[in-house]
C-alpha cells in the first residue's frame, strides 16, 4: 500500500492551497481517508477525514476553511484548503483506515500513513 501526498508550498495567508493523497495497493473505496499535520514541536493532530460511507469530520481549527473529499475512481482523496493561517503551516499527512469511521479523530486507528507534504503559510 501506498499514499503519496502532494500539492504543499509556501502561501500567504489568506491563500489557498489543495493537497492530494493518491492511493495504490488498496480497494479504496472500502477506505476512510484522514488527513493529519504536525507542526514543529507539536503533536500530530486530526484535520479531517472522510468515511468509505461518505461522512466527512472536520477538526474544529479549520470548520468552514477546508473541504475534504474523494475521487473513488481516482484512488485520490483532497483537501482544499482556503483563507490559511499561520498556524496552519505544518506537515500533511494522509492516511487510511479500511471500514473504519470519520468521526474517531485517534490516530490509532488509521492502518497506512503517507510521506507528508509541507504547508508553509507567510504572515
Known amino acids: 500500500v501506498q499514499l503519496q501526498a502532494s500539492g504543499g508550498g509556501l502561501v500567504q495567508t489568506g491563500g489557498s492551497l489543495k493537497l492530494s493523497c493518491a492511493a495504490s495497493?488498496?480497494?479504496?473505496?472500502?477506505?476512510?481517508m484522514g488527513w493529519y499535520r504536525q507542526a514543529p514541536g507539536k503533536e500530530r493532530e486530526f484535520v479531517a477525514a472522510f468515511s468509505w460511507g461518505n461522512n466527512t469530520n472536520y477538526a474544529d481549527s479549520v470548520k468552514g476553511r477546508f473541504t475534504i473529499s474523494r475521487d473513488n475512481t481516482k484512488n485520490t482523496v483532497y483537501l482544499q484548503m482556503n483563507n490559511l493561517k499561520p498556524e496552519d503551516a505544518a506537515v500533511y499527512y494522509c492516511?487510511?483506515?479500511?471500514?473504519?469511521?470519520?468521526?474517531?479523530?485517534?490516530?490509532?486507528?488509521?492502518?497506512?500513513w503517507g510521506q507528508g507534504t509541507e504547508v508553509t503559510v507567510s504572515s
Open positions: 495497493g488498496l480497494t479504496f473505496k472500502t477506505y476512510t
Open positions: 492516511a487510511a483506515d479500511q471500514w473504519g469511521s470519520a468521526y474517531p479523530v485517534n490516530s490509532d486507528q488509521y492502518d497506512y
